[in-house]
């Protein structure tokens, strides 16, 4: 199966599962994750529909940039961030979901377009994993009160990255708790409105359980090459 017809086919699952969960059509938003994938790979997904796309490496990222500056690209970082590259990431993207620590939530903010908020999400290491960036669940609370007080930077949700669960249910458990955490945040922080969550192999579960961005490179590119 071409990358096209791939998705299409991943497409069409995400609105069933609207449907199938009583989600609102069109609520779930699908960035495609195009790390170590070419600018040809990604420009052919491109000419197929696709216009959101997510990045881990930011010189990867450039590069890619460069070669699609002719293609409408919403372009997303979803990778550990280094406070010295935080500049250039906030300059060349428009979405930033990893955001864990104030120090680069302010770097980020400096190097921001004024006249444009940059779009970011706080990622949170739900199940403590030591190999695995993000704040704390009982720390999430004082970094968006700072992150929302930045001026360049438009709070908008949370990112959750969890392990790796095969079964069904236990997905929709974990996933279950990451929306509790950002519903009971809500009532702080009434404007934000996304929860990216949910990847080639938890995207039914993640959706069920209120995710508003999905992210999904196996799916869309086939095997993650290295």
């Known amino acids: ?21 009583a989600r609102n059509a069109d609520s779930v938003a699908l960035v495609a994750v195009s790390k170590t994938r070419s600018a ?12 959101r796309f997510g990045e881990n490496y930011l010189q990867e990222a450039l590069d890619k940039m460069e070669k699609l500056g002719d293609c409408e690209i919403e372009w997303h970082y979803i990778g550990a ?13 428009t979405w930033v979901h990893s955001v864990d620590r104030l120090k680069v939530a302010n770097k980020l903010n400096q190097h921001a377009n004024i006249a444009s908020p940059l779009n970011v999400l706080i990622q949170v290491n739900l199940e403590g ?12 609370a004082d970094l968006a009160s700072d992150i929302d007080k930045l ?21 929709r458990k974990i996933f279950g708790q990451a929306t509790a955490l950002f519903e009971n945040l809500k009532r ?35 095997p993650r090459q290295q």
Not at 40 to 51: C, V
Not at 129 to 140: F, H, I
Request: net charge negative; hydrophobic share 40%; glycine share 8%.
């Open 1 to 21: 199966m071409d990358n096209s017809k791939k998705l299409v086919a991943v497409s069409d699952s995400i609105r069933q599962w609207e449907q199938q969960y």
């Open 40 to 51: 040809d790979e990604i420009r052919a997904l491109y000419n197929a529909g696709q216009s």
């Open 81 to 93: 961030i280094q406070s010295r590259k935080a500049p250039e990431i906030a300059q060349n993207f």
């Open 129 to 140: 994993e030591t190999s695995k960036g993000g704040v704390a669940p009982d720390q999430l």
């Open 151 to 171: 001026e360049n930077l438009a709070f908008r949700g949370l990112m959750f990255m969890p392990k790796v669960h095969t079964e069904f249910t236990t997905q």
């Open 188 to 222: 702080s922080f009434p404007d934000i409105d996304h929860i990216s969550m949910g990847m080639s192999g938890d995207l039914q579960a993640a959706i069920a359980e209120g995710a508003t961005m999905v992210r999904v490179g196996t799916a869309l590119f086939g």
